[in-house]
């Protein structure tokens, strides 16, 4: 099904019932050209949720085909994480599994490390065997290959190298590539930073594109990446959907999520078809049922048939106005791709979960999300800019909220939640 942007808005200004006669025609439409086997893609989120209970309750016969792939990246809400496991207990019974990040297959060095490595390598002149024609970095272990030993047993003593074996947990994507910031549009480059250092002050490729030399400006003064979701979800998820022979997923994707899966939806309708070497000639495909549907469609589907939620979907604030804000989303715990925007997921977090912001805030995001602060003011001074952001975190307002202007009102409700421990993330 191809359908113009019009179209789609006018489908989803359908009823529900309309809407889930779509969904079940969809998964209908891609049960018939399942050859091995089906799953679901799981977050423990509402979406996801509303449609395992309708391939429950309109395809039954399949319910022991089905695999339930719920991914664990490490850093999930505890009441989502919750929720998951006692939903797979009760729904799944015995095909649910918890795709978690991947482990370093040899020993590497942490960014700080790197970073001190590559400065040898500039004084001794040792770099250039190190880059590409064009100035590019070969690739991170060539950088840490030239190591020198006297280095090397420094970063041992300092605890810089990360051991083969290391889980690829958010604390590792952090280091090796930055932090979550910003949208998916925004973090271009997929490369661990010491690649991105090495292209910043050596490649002879950058454009003339005003937009792009903006871009690595940014890069210059702010470590963020986007690297995460690909490693803490996509990967461990393909992976396992490789062991479990897997030829068509079903994700609970709504095309009113944003522009990008409008996009996806008009171009490849509910579903697609695309390649995975463990099928051989065999395709995989790619359905997202309730893609028409809204928000209000998934909590009217819920009332009507009593579908259980997870509580994190319950918490929130009461702004200066006494309007009561509602998490409207689960997802990664630490992610700050949204700052952008009031009530982000972060500024939510501060407020839901002050103790999980806390951890993340301290160990490197608010110093980050300053330095885009300062990097959009282009120049222009703030008096926060003499005080070391960690001095700044339990101040109030909080200057982390958003990062593209001064938040000047600050009504914060608490709960005494759980602290968040990042060694076991």
């Not at 449609?51 to 809400?77: C, D, M, S």
Request: one cysteine or more.
């Amino acid at each position: 099904m191809y359908i113009s942007y019009n179209d789609l808005q006018i489908e989803q200004s359908r009823d529900l019932d309309y809407k889930i006669n779509k969904a079940v025609e969809a998964i209908r439409s891609a049960l018939v050209v399942c050859k091995h086997r089906p799953a679901i893609a799981f977050s423990g989120g509402k979406d996801s949720t509303v449609l395992w209970h309708i391939i429950l309750t309109y395809f039954p016969e399949w319910a022991n085909r089905f695999v339930i792939i719920y991914g664990n990246t490490g850093v999930e809400y505890p009441e989502c994480l919750k929720f998951a496991r006692q939903l797979g207990k009760e729904w799944g019974k015995g095909s649910f599994y918890e795709a978690t990040p991947e482990k370093t297959e040899r020993e590497g060095l942490k960014y700080e490390a790197q970073q001190k490595v590559l400065n040898y390598l500039i004084t001794t002149g040792g770099i250039k065997d190190a880059l590409k024609d064009d100035g590019k970095l070969k690739s991170t272990a060539t950088l840490e290959n030239a190591c020198p030993s006297h280095l090397r047993q420094k970063f041992e003593k300092e605890r810089l190298i990360w051991p083969e074996g290391t889980t690829k947990n958010y604390w590792w994507c952090i280091d090796q590539y930055g932090w979550p910031l910003l949208g998916k549009a925004a973090s271009k480059l997929k490369a661990r930073r010491i690649n991105i250092d090495c292209f910043l002050q050596f490649s002879e490729s950058q454009s003339d594109d005003p937009k792009l030399l903006a871009y690595y400006e940014l890069l210059k003064q702010v470590k963020f990446s986007q690297a995460c979701c690909d490693i803490l979800k996509k990967e461990p998820s393909e992976c396992l959907q490789v062991k479990l022979n897997v030829d068509v997923i079903f994700k609970g994707l709504m095309a009113a999520e944003s522009r990008t899966r409008q996009t996806n939806f008009v171009s490849r309708g509910y579903l697609f078809k695309s390649h995975r070497p463990h099928l051989g000639n065999d395709p995989f495909w790619h359905c997202n049922p309730i893609s028409i549907w809204t928000d209000d469609d998934i909590w009217a589907y819920i009332k009507r048939f009593n579908v259980p939620y997870s509580t994190l979907y319950d918490m929130g604030f009461t702004d200066g106005d006494g309007k009561y804000h509602k998490i409207k989303r689960n997802g990664c715990v630490g992610c700050g791709t949204d700052l952008l925007y009031p009530n982000n997921h972060m500024a939510m977090l501060r407020r839901t979960h002050p103790k999980h912001w806390e951890t993340f805030m301290r160990k490197g995001m608010a110093e980050e999300i300053r330095n885009i602060q300062i990097a959009k003011r282009k120049g222009q001074y703030s008096l926060f800019d003499m005080f070391d952001a960690k001095d700044l975190i339990e101040e109030r307002p909080c200057i982390f909220d958003r990062i593209d202007r001064l938040v000047m009102v600050d009504d914060t409700w608490q709960e005494d939640v759980q602290a968040f421990d990042p060694d076991a993330a």
